[in-house]
């Protein structure tokens, strides 16, 4: 048996109690409590990532109506955030990040505006300065980051939940 069999077992029970203790959950809210921790909390760790990518960016060069307008990378960063959502009737909870679109940086610019268009989404005739992604490769270097956090959040705020049902004897 390998090192690497070894460490992925002595993981997955306690993952997998998660589980089973999730699916006693009856009740959508309480295992939207269970669940949402764990979004939170890996979303928090990709939106550093993005923001750590974003200023490496460089100032953002674009056209306007009125002429060329400059972002400072830092602006960018700054814009970043994460929108959370619970679907009411899949149960589905969601953590969204990515610009906000009502931060407004100094000089009335609005990176939200055109951070598609620095990432590569979207092809632009607006934009001078040369695409530079920073999300996906942020997503791509903190993705083992994301899986354990998402993994020891999920164990912990399962454990709270069922005992918190135990101790009122509603489980």
Known sequence: ??????VVMSHRPSFMAAVRG???LT????RNQAIRPAVNKTATVLSKAMKRRARGVGPI???TK?????IPANQLAKSIGIRRRTYRRSGFVVAIIGPRFGYT???DVQPSAIAA???GLRPSDSLLSTPKAFARPAA??????MKSTFRREFIASTKKVLRGLRAKGSL
Request: hydrophobic share 25%.
């Open 22 to 24: 999730l699916k006693q």
């Open 140 to 145: 791509r270097e903190s993705l083992q980051a």
């Open 117 to 119: 268009f620095v990432e």
């Open 105 to 107: 940086a100094p000089g």
């Open 27 to 30: 009740s959508k809210s309480k």
């Open 1 to 6: 048996m390998s090192k690497r069999t070894v």
């Open 66 to 70: 009125n002429g060329p307008k400059t």
């Open 61 to 63: 060069l674009y056209r």
